[in-house]
């Protein structure tokens, strides 16, 4: 079975903190999203890579930034946690075709 | 830019009864869309999708129809069961591109 595996699922950080999200596929998609997911607001799109060393910014970037050094591994950064980056955020993958994405579980990040 | 409003809606029905979720979307030009089912507490999971020269696919208890006249999306469930309790969300997406994700409507189902 496919998977996309993020490294923890809950998250409790402190402000002004650097926070590390990790996410990894097995299975050798060319491009990896980073979403962030608030109730009411739907999916929104942090940043993405379409291939390794990579990235694209996406509706939200500001406050965030991504690393993409391997081709299943996509990792999001807060360079500077702030309590409004509290969120569920997820990772998906898809490949380089016009296919869907598979998710990962999520991340719950609070931010205090 | 968004393809639904901000407020999720809530949709109950009966266990048993065939449920109606709808989806308006935004950009014309999408021609691949896709139902995603999201449980409480997980990332969201593949249900099923359509290309825009369809407008209707099944599955298994599941049917998407697509109006491409109106810009509008829906997924029935039939029989539906309390398993089926989630978040529903459509995504649009053009060939090459990124999805855009509606908010999603929230399926109650009750005993």
């Known amino acids: 079975d496919v998977k996309v595996t993020q490294s923890s699922r809950y998250l409790v950080k402190r402000t002004g903190e650097k926070v590390f999200l990790e996410c990894v596929q097995d299975m050798d998609h060319e491009n990896m999203f980073w979403y962030r997911q608030d109730p009411g607001l739907g999916l929104r799109l942090i940043y993405f890579?379409?291939?390794?060393?990579?990235?694209e910014k996406g509706d939200i970037p500001e406050g965030y930034s991504v690393s993409r050094e391997k081709k299943e591994r996509f990792s999001l950064i807060l360079e500077s946690a702030s309590t409004n980056q509290t969120s569920m955020y997820l990772c998906?993958?898809?490949?380089?075709?016009?296919?869907?994405?598979?998710f990962g579980s999520g991340t719950r990040l609070t931010v205090v | 830019g968004e393809s639904v409003g901000l407020h999720l809606p809530t949709l109950s029905v009966q266990e048993g009864d065939n449920s109606i979720i709808n989806c308006a979307y935004s950009?014309?030009?999408?021609?691949?869309f896709i139902w995603y089912k999201q449980e409480s507490g997980k990332g969201p999971q593949f249900i099923i999708d359509i290309r825009s020269n369809m407008d209707k696919r099944q599955g298994q208890r599941v049917t998407v129809l697509l109006n491409k006249t109106v810009k509008h999306l829906s997924l029935q469930i039939a029989a539906t069961q309390p398993g089926d309790s989630a978040v529903y969300f459509c995504?649009?997406?053009?060939?090459?591109?990124?999805?855009?994700f509606g908010p999603g409507t929230r399926l109650s189902v009750l005993p």
């Open positions: 998906a993958s898809r490949p380089g075709t016009a296919r869907g994405y598979t």
């Open positions: 950009n014309s030009a999408s021609d691949y």
């Open positions: 995504a649009e997406g053009d060939y090459g591109q990124n999805f855009v």
């Open positions: 890579s379409y291939d390794v060393k990579m990235k």
